[in-house]
């Protein structure tokens, strides 16, 4: 990767920071790409003098991409929403990116899209990021995508935000508690990531599914979290019934589409190529997260059981 210029758009993001850490880290010469290049500012003190570099891109603006892309060996996309245009973003902003990386003589792409995509999901994120991946295949055949499962990390908004309720909450209602998932460590991502722009040739037009060692549902996570924390709360499994209503509320914590996304089990495909092909042993939730849920402790890193 030394001194090869990859182009990562979403790089000031969550998934984006661990990604730019292995690709400096590599000797690769790094251009971050999005909408407030500003939000990843943070990354420059991790790249040496000149290494790093950012661009003002909107990937549903083809000319923004040009500029981004002229002189670049790799492009890596990492754009993509929870909720709101996913039209604009997984789908059209996609075919784009690939489009531009085509016209622009980049020599390896890296899309990553999500577990559980498909033509057919009953959500349209679902839909959306399937409908991605065709659009990138078709402009850019040898592209490598990947299909994490819902990552984890210490500036992770899925771990942290269920620590936060629980540390507040005097009873926790759990959404959907035997829904299946398979967390992923994000640097373990990034690692996958990184080792298909360096090695592109065995990896050129794959579809990898990356999940964590360990599937647990969502009521086993959440009690999990409160054991990691030190929070012995009482957790009641709402009902479908109810459950389906909780969107509908204001302020609910979590939109339509997404309680339709819990309606399927967010888990690896037995047959499907994953981290073994990068030699890669996925790391387990229990073995680093405790490092930074102290903090929702009652006594901090000074409580009982308290990560060292």
């Not at 790249?47 to 950012?54: D, P, T, V, Y």
């Not at 002189?71 to 784009?96: K, T, W, Y």
């Not at 899209?113 to 991946?133: C, H, P």
Request: proline share 7%.
């Amino acid at each position: 990767m030394k001194d090869r210029l990859v182009t990562l758009i979403g790089g000031g993001g969550f998934l984006g920071r661990y990604v730019a850490r292995e690709l400096l880290a590599a000797g690769a010469r790094l251009r971050v790409a999005q909408p407030r290049p500003r939000d990843a500012w943070f990354l420059r003190p991790q790249g040496g003098l000149g290494q790093i570099q950012f661009a003002c891109v909107d990937i549903r603006r083809p000319d923004t991409l040009a500029r981004a892309l002229q002189g670049s060996d790799a492009v890596v996309n990492l754009a993509g929403l929870l909720s709101g245009d996913f039209q604009g973003v997984h789908v059209d902003g996609a075919r784009n990116v690939a489009e531009a990386a085509a016209r622009a003589g980049v020599a390896t792409m890296v899309h990553v899209s999500a577990l559980g995509a498909g033509l057919e999901s009953a959500s349209a994120y679902g839909r959306s990021k399937a409908e991605g991946e065709v659009a990138v295949r078709a402009a850019f055949p040898a592209a490598t995508i990947f299909r994490p499962s819902i990552l984890f990390g210490r500036e992770d908004q899925f771990v942290n935000r269920f620590a936060g309720l629980i540390a507040a909450a005097p009873v926790v209602p759990v959404l959907r508690g035997e829904a299946k998932f398979q967390p992923a460590y994000a640097a373990d991502v990034a690692g996958a990531i990184v080792q298909a722009l360096a090695e592109p040739a065995p990896h050129a037009g794959q579809t990898y599914a990356l999940g964590g060692p360990d599937v647990m549902t969502m009521a086993q996570l959440f009690r999990w979290i409160g054991g990691a924390i030190g929070r012995d709360v009482p957790f009641v499994e709402l009902p479908d019934a109810i459950g389906a209503l909780v969107p509908y509320l204001p302020f609910a914590p979590v939109t339509r589409d997404q309680w339709r996304m819990l309606a399927c089990d967010n888990v690896v495909p037995p047959a499907a190529l994953g981290f073994a092909a990068f030699g890669i042993v996925p790391t387990p939730l229990a073995s680093v997260a405790p490092a930074w849920l102290v903090r929702f402790r009652k006594q901090g890193r000074f409580g009982r059981n308290a990560a060292a």
